[in-house]
């Protein structure tokens, strides 16, 4: 069983270009969440979807940062214009919801240099 | 609000010693607890969950916690260390109400195993 897919896993780009993160959940999971991990900030919950739709974004930095799931096996986080300050490992988890707490399963991550 | 505090940013121990890694929690209602182990250049891995009953929980690689419910905390131990536990620690909690999802993970811990 192929766990939390994430692509790229390494990303250098230029100040102001913008930046497309992607996620494949693992199957049957409804619900997907985007972290950011920072050396100063640790592990940061940037927005989560249950059944393809957005539940919370409160932890989205600014408009620079959109995160979209068309269906239930893909999510995309983009940022744009990205930032030096954006340079951070991006991490996808999914889980499945149900009567008890389901742990969550996290991706390898992708790490994000702005230059 | 649901918080998690890990109050050792290091943990060192020598291999073959016992190990604890400490966390405490703070959230309405009974809360559901999690550990989760970060290994280089790599995604989170649960490790063990607390959900109800026995205050002990058993978990991969020999790692077990404790649950202390009057002192909200939720310590993670191993009997015997070995230089390959040596990792990142994440503690992490959510309320166990049907509608609230979002787990909250503490700061981290570092454990060092040393020969």
């Known amino acids: 069983d192929a766990g939390v897919i994430q692509s790229p896993r390494h990303e250098v780009t230029e100040m102001g270009q913008e930046v497309t993160l992607r996620c494949k959940p693992i199957?049957?999971?409804?619900?997907l969440f985007w972290y950011r991990q920072t050396m100063m900030r640790g592990l940061e919950l940037l927005i989560y979807?249950?059944?393809?739709?957005?539940?919370?974004d409160s932890g989205m930095p600014e408009d620079r940062f959109s995160a979209k799931m068309p269906n239930a096996s893909f999510s995309t986080l983009k940022i744009q214009p990205s930032e030096p300050r954006d340079s951070a490992v991006y991490f996808c988890?999914?889980?499945?919801?149900?009567?008890?707490?389901?742990?969550?399963?996290f991706g390898e991550g992708s790490r994000l240099t702005v230059l | 609000a649901q918080s998690v505090a890990q109050p050792e940013d290091q943990v060192n121990v020598a291999e073959g010693n016992p190990l604890t890694v400490k966390c405490t929690y703070s959230?309405?209602?009974?809360?559901?607890l999690f550990w989760y182990v970060q290994y280089p250049n790599r995604g989170l891995q649960f490790l063990l969950k607390?959900?109800?009953?026995?205050?002990l929980v058993k978990g991969s690689y020999g790692f077990e916690a404790e649950f202390n419910k009057s002192q909200t905390s939720f310590h993670l131990k191993k009997p015997s260390a070995l230089v390959s536990d040596s990792a990142l620690y994440f503690c992490?909690?959510?309320?166990?109400?049907?509608?609230?999802?979002?787990?909250?993970f503490g700061t981290g811990t570092r454990l060092q195993v040393t020969l």
């Open positions: 199957s049957g999971h409804d619900y």
């Open positions: 992490a909690v959510r309320p166990n109400t049907g509608t609230a999802s979002k787990l909250t």
């Open positions: 979807f249950n059944n393809n739709v957005p539940i919370d």
């Open positions: 607390y959900i109800t009953g026995d205050n």
């Open positions: 988890a999914s889980r499945r919801s149900g009567g008890e707490a389901g742990e969550l399963f």
């Open positions: 959230v309405s209602g009974n809360p559901y």
